[in-house]
T-cell receptor, first 114, second 113 residues
Framework: EPEVTQTPSHQVTQMGQEVILRCVPI?????FYWYRQILGQKVEFLVS????????KSEIFDDQFSVERPDGSNFTLKIRSTKLEDSAMYFC????????????FGPGTRLTVL | AQSVTQPDIHITVSEGASLELRCNYS??????LFWYVQSPGQGLQLLLK??????LVQGIKGFEAEFKRSQSSFNLRKPSVHWSDAAEYFC???????????FGAGTILRVKS
């Protein structure tokens, strides 16, 4: 069964450094999402992406964040200058097409900012 | 705006006992409702979903959920819990297809033998 994959599984970085989290959505999926889950808290929506542009973003998704689909398979989340509070599990999700339904989630990348 | 409340942070049940996890949502129109499960260190796995039609939906691993519009609820049930069901369960609501999901805070299920 096709699945969403994410790399790396765990990333440790120093405060102020840039990080790029990578996701490979299920092929032929058209909508892509990033969510994050701070330890012990609920999963929060960050951004959705369709047709090579952001379709919706949350208040969390400020100028420090950006997303990109650099080729036909990868979907990336970049944090330009990481803060301690960016430490979280980041989940990528994708959906097949607008007329269908379920968001399929990847296994997540645990980001630790020191 | 949508919101989801899972009133139980932790639930402990005995193996073989029945289970009900509560979920209440707030949304003005007919919502899209989901239950996901997360095992420690793992991603989110979809258990079941409700979009329309029959208000009792069946999912994987023997789970079911019932949509009750009058109560704004979408409670998850399982008649007989297995030790492998121990995990965290999240209820989520979406406004429409392709829309962002809003998650509840989660319920941690512990299963005692």
């Amino acid at each position: 069964e096709p699945e969403v994959t994410q790399t790396p599984s765990h990333q440790v970085t120093q405060m102020g450094q840039e990080v790029i989290l990578r996701c490979v959505p299920i092929s032929n999926h058209l909508y892509f999402y990033w969510y994050r889950q701070i330890l012990g808290q609920k999963v929060e929506f960050l951004v959705s992406f369709y047709n090579n542009e952001i379709s919706e973003k949350s208040e969390i998704f400020d100028d420090q964040f950006s997303v990109e689909r650099p080729d036909g398979s990868n979907f990336t989340l970049k944090i330009r200058s990481t803060k301690l509070e960016d430490s979280a599990m980041y989940f990528c999700a994708s959906i097949r097409q607008v007329t269908t339904d379920t968001q399929y989630f990847g296994p997540g990348t645990r980001l630790t900012v020191l | 705006a949508q919101s989801v409340t899972q009133p139980d942070i932790h639930i402990t049940v005995s193996e073989g006992a029945s289970l009900e996890l509560r979920c209440n949502y707030s949304y003005g129109a007919t919502p899209y409702l989901f239950w996901y499960v997360q095992s420690p260190g793992q991603g989110l796995q979809l258990l079941l979903k409700y979009f329309s039609g029959d208000t009792l939906v069946q999912g994987i691993k023997g789970f079911e959920a019932e949509f009750k519009r009058s109560q704004s609820s979408f409670n998850l049930r399982k008649p007989s819990v297995h030790w492998s069901d121990a995990a965290e369960y999240f209820c989520a609501v979406g406004a429409r297809q392709g829309n962002k999901l809003v998650f509840g805070a989660g319920t941690i299920l512990r299963v005692k033998s």
